[in-house]
């Protein structure tokens, strides 16, 4: 369904004004599935945002080396696999183009789907290089999955609270639990089709469920680090 919240024109100078508040200096710039292959809204982005932001792209199976390393130039750090929403390549071209994008440029494959789908691509993402799951893996069913996946190695994205249909407290502490290093906060602004978006008070459940050494890794540090060792 896409008749959840639809933002009104949201430009860098609005997310600046926002994130402004919450003192952030640096994040993922990600493609949304309505952008598909289309790379003029994110190097434009990127590009009036600075080095400090990355970015995430969508990007056909078909493109080209120097595409991918011209993005990569751009600072874009990853491609994106939109289960959910459609706009990206088909998920029969992920191991393909995971392995392709990180030998080329040190790429990782962030993914938008429902945890209640990971236990039938479990064998096959945990052979890919490098994955994020993004949105707390949006649903309880299939959670399982998802803890299995961070013992291997993904990383999650710790954002999207309006968009999950389950405790997030519970769920980040578990993955925590797992790997200190997995979770990864995001604002989702602008929250596009989510059920409600997101809000500053989002962050406090961070604050509230964390010590400050381990909200300071959620909140910065892991995602620093995730993001820089993709840079070549």
């Not at 750090?77 to 392709?100: P, V």
């Not at 030998?103 to 938008?112: F, G, K, P, S, T």
């Not at 954002?159 to 990864?184: C, E, H, N």
Request: charged residues 20%; negative net charge.
């Amino acid at each position: 369904m896409n008749n959840n919240y639809l933002p009104e024109e949201f430009t860098v100078d609005d997310y600046l004004q926002q994130a402004n508040t919450l003192n952030i200096t640096a994040g993922a710039i990600v493609s949304g599935s309505f952008q598909a292959f289309d790379q003029t809204y994110l190097l434009a982005s990127l590009k009036r945002l600075g080095k400090n932001f990355v970015g995430v792209t969508q990007l056909p199976g078909t493109c080209s080396d120097e595409e991918i390393l011209s993005l990569n130039r751009a600072g874009v750090r990853a491609i994106r696999f939109n289960l959910k929403r459609g706009g990206s390549e088909d998920i029969r071209h992920i191991k393909d183009m995971a392995h392709r994008v990180n030998d080329l440029a040190n790429w990782h494959v962030e993914l938008y789907v429902d945890a209640s789908e990971l236990d039938d691509l479990y064998s096959l993402l945990v052979r890919l290089p490098r994955i994020s799951i993004d949105h707390l893996g949006l649903a309880s069913d299939g959670s399982s999955t998802l803890l299995k996946l961070v013992e291997k190695g993904a990383r999650v994205k710790a954002s999207g609270f309006g968009r999950v249909d389950f405790d997030v407290a519970i769920t980040m502490q578990k993955i925590f639990d797992i790997s200190p290093d997995a979770l990864m906060f995001g604002t989702d602004l602008p929250s596009t089709r989510a059920p409600r978006p997101f809000k500053n008070s989002d962050v406090q459940i961070i604050y509230d469920l964390f010590d400050p050494s381990h909200y300071h890794k959620i909140l910065y540090e892991n995602a620093y680090q995730w993001y820089q060792s993709s840079a070549v």
